[in-house]
């Protein structure tokens, strides 16, 4: 593609570069994430000065060839070529657990266990931990829309405080606020998925910019209240980031505060959720004792499909109040979308994104950053929010706020609850081991 830099545009759109560089939409994103492309906002796009694309792509690296263009990582990331060294990993079988066991439907079952969840987004692993029988008393989140998703559902749980701050946590006020709320309460364990953007290598040091102090304001509050447990969820991208240098300083940098940490990779679809949605998964206590990943108990031959997710809402006509929101869709288009082939893109520089799900099998993964990811397999339409939250295994009570484009952001961004309830199951299992120790001293 050609384009005159004295045109009166002095922008060049996302897709307008891609096209250029003959990349993908995903890694041109990227690198405005990375703040590597100067970027401006017109209403809802994004668009890069012409002269700062032109600096860009004049020094462009070489090693962005090599980038995972199928992690959905807010950063780029480069392929590990070395061999990883086997994840040290404690297995503790929970699916009885899983299948007794719903404390968001029965609060009876809910147990004295505190956890506060930090970037917690609508709730999706607040959802699941309480699901395992934790309680939430306190949690961080920015977006307003989140919050106000958040205290809907949750003020349904009996005994919970609204102790739910809709501000930023790299405040000092803010994250003062928090440890003084719970300053009287036993804080088992503290939970996030920070943000992975901003880590970079300076000769042999790695550094974490003004973007990634989310990463060390988690750090900073967990050496303040330390909690018995610590989770982190995150991209499976973020293991190969800098060679693994970022997961290694992750390990030592809670190691330091008194911390053994276990890491390996979950899949959603392995635990009941109708998805593929593969995790890194640190798990870290303070209490001298093993740390326990839950043991998948499912396959390709019992997985959950969107089929199973997905069929009460074939003839189910639109309705607002429960998210089940259609998307305005012409005639052309629903020819356009009833030709996609099943696996396959309507558009070619999307790699996972506007894809035709196997209705015989778990969904791709469900993201936030389009406004159609999936597309129904039978009906010629895109699914709604409705039917991305239960792929993403959310209650079917469990209600989102906010306009349309606001609840697709928070259902694409959040923790299946199936996977979070199965590690609360986990980490509930370590914690019971060290309280039965204690009772036969």
């Not at 506060?116 to 692993?125: E, N, R, S, V």
């Not at 790699?351 to 993964?365: E, G, I, L």
Request: net charge positive; aromatic share 10%.
């Amino acid at each position: 593609m050609q384009y005159n830099l004295a045109l009166d545009n002095p922008y060049l759109s996302i897709s307008e570069i891609a096209n250029i560089t003959n990349k993908s939409i995903k890694f041109i994103r990227r690198e405005v994430a990375l703040g590597k492309l100067e970027s401006t906002k017109k209403g809802n796009k994004t668009l890069i000065n012409k002269s700062s694309f032109e600096l860009w792509k004049n020094n462009i690296n070489t090693e962005y060839n090599e980038y995972i263009n199928t992690v959905d990582c807010r950063l780029s990331e480069y392929i590990n070529k070395s061999k990883r060294k086997a994840d040290i990993v404690n297995w503790v079988d929970i699916e009885n657990e899983i299948n007794n066991i719903d404390a968001w439907k029965d609060n009876s079952q809910i147990r004295d266990f505190n956890f506060i969840d930090l970037f917690t987004g609508a709730g999706g692993l607040s959802c699941g931990l309480t699901m395992a029988g934790m309680m939430p008393v306190g949690s961080i989140e920015i977006m307003p829309q989140a919050v106000e998703t958040y205290k809907y559902n949750f003020s349904k749980i009996k005994g919970f405080t609204d102790n739910v701050t809709n501000k930023d946590i790299r405040e000092t006020s803010v994250k003062n606020d928090l440890i003084n709320s719970v300053k009287d309460r036993h804080i088992h364990l503290i939970a996030g998925g920070f943000p992975c953007q901003g880590f970079s290598m300076a000769g042999n040091r790695i550094v974490t910019d003004s973007r990634n102090s989310l990463y060390l304001d988690m750090l900073e509050i967990v050496k303040r209240i330390k909690p018995d447990f610590v989770l982190m969820e995150n991209v499976e991208g973020l293991r190969s980031m800098l060679n693994g240098k970022i997961e290694e300083k992750i390990i030592n940098d809670y190691k330091n505060i008194g911390y053994n940490i276990n890491v390996t990779v979950l899949d959603s679809a392995d635990y009941g959720v109708p998805q593929f949605r593969r995790r890194v998964i640190f798990i870290g206590n303070r209490l001298g004792i093993k740390n326990f990943h839950p043991k998948p108990f499912l396959n390709e031959k019992s997985y959950k499909t969107v089929g199973d997710a997905l069929n009460k809402f074939l003839d189910m006509p639109e309705n607002k109040e429960i998210n089940h929101i259609f998307a305005k869709t012409s005639d052309s288009m629903k020819k356009r979308l009833e030709n996609v082939p099943i696996g396959k893109s309507l558009y070619g520089n999307y790699s996972d994104a506007w894809k035709k799900v196997d209705w015989n099998k778990p969904s791709c993964t469900v993201k936030e950053n389009h406004g159609g990811v999936n597309i129904h397999p039978i009906l010629n339409r895109v699914m709604t929010p409705r039917e991305l939250a239960k792929l993403q295994s959310f209650p079917d009570d469990f209600i989102f706020k906010g306009a349309k484009k606001w609840q697709l952001v928070q259902i694409g961004n959040a923790v299946p609850c199936l996977l979070g309830k199965a590690i609360g199951l986990a980490i509930l299992s370590s914690y019971d081991r060290k309280e039965k120790e204690k009772d036969n001293d």
